[in-house]
């Protein structure tokens, strides 16, 4: 089986940076593309940045140039750097993966969430 465990939010101020984490364990072949995600209170769940299994990343407009989606492989562990955080940012972060185990073919995988509050 496969585990995605998120970690790194918190509280924070306006301005302020945090790192999220989202660590991948089981039995993996591969990994493909992963995801972050994030859902408001009251609000749907919205894509926030994406990395593929090649690099490539790309990112909802409202984060451009404020999060930095990335990867260690060796780690199976997807990053997001998130800077200049905005009280609209406030919401359960969670990482999703298209993950190959050594048992069965690709599917998706969700972590459980971390809250990330951003103060005015």
């Known amino acids: 089986q496969v585990q995605l465990v998120e970690s790194g939010g918190g509280l924070v101020q306006a301005g302020g940076s945090l790192r999220l984490s989202c660590a991948a364990s089981g039995s993996i072949y591969s990994i493909n593309v992963m995801r972050w995600y994030r859902q408001a209170p009251g609000k749907q769940r919205e894509l926030v940045a994406a990395?593929?299994?090649?690099?490539?990343?790309n990112y909802i407009d409202s984060v451009k140039g404020r999060f930095t989606i990335s990867k260690d492989n060796a780690k199976n562990t997807v990053y997001l750097q998130m800077n200049s955080l905005k009280p609209e940012d406030t919401a359960v972060y969670y990482c999703n993966g298209w993950v190959t185990t050594s048992r069965g073919p690709e599917r998706l995988y969700w972590g459980q969430g971390t809250q990330v509050t951003v103060s005015s």
């Open positions: 990395i593929t299994s090649g690099g490539s990343t």
